[in-house]
């Protein structure tokens, strides 16, 4: 009797086991299945994406047209603001191509005769 009690519970996890291993294998069938599905979407996306990008490129030349392209989508855009690093890497830039004058400028390691 006890040999069939234990064939019993052997062959009941058996089959709770074979359950679970078939529930885990469909389950990642659909995450594979969904993965799939939004991959090939981002890339749809994607083409859309350049594809506008690409009319709206070739359709703007000039700031006039640039100007029509914002007013027609209604898009809000401020007008160009100064970079204050920006322009103050250009002082610098502008300072180091003037000749040295005076002896209290760098020097670059060359030397004149």
Known sequence: ?????????????ALLAGMVLV???TARMQAVYRLTSLGRQEQ???QTLWEQQARLSAGVES??????????LGLGVLPPQADP???ARAEVAAQ?????RG???RSRG???Q
């Open 23 to 25: 529930y885990l294998r």
């Open 96 to 100: 180091e191509k003037q000749p040295n």
């Open 63 to 72: 700031p006039r047209q640039v100007r029509q392209e914002v007013s027609r």
């Open 103 to 105: 002896g209290g400028g």
């Open 85 to 87: 690093a920006g322009q």
């Open 1 to 13: 009797m006890i040999d069939v009690k234990r064939m019993g519970y052997l062959f009941v996890l």
């Open 44 to 46: 749809q996306w994607r």
């Open 110 to 112: 060359r030397t004149v």
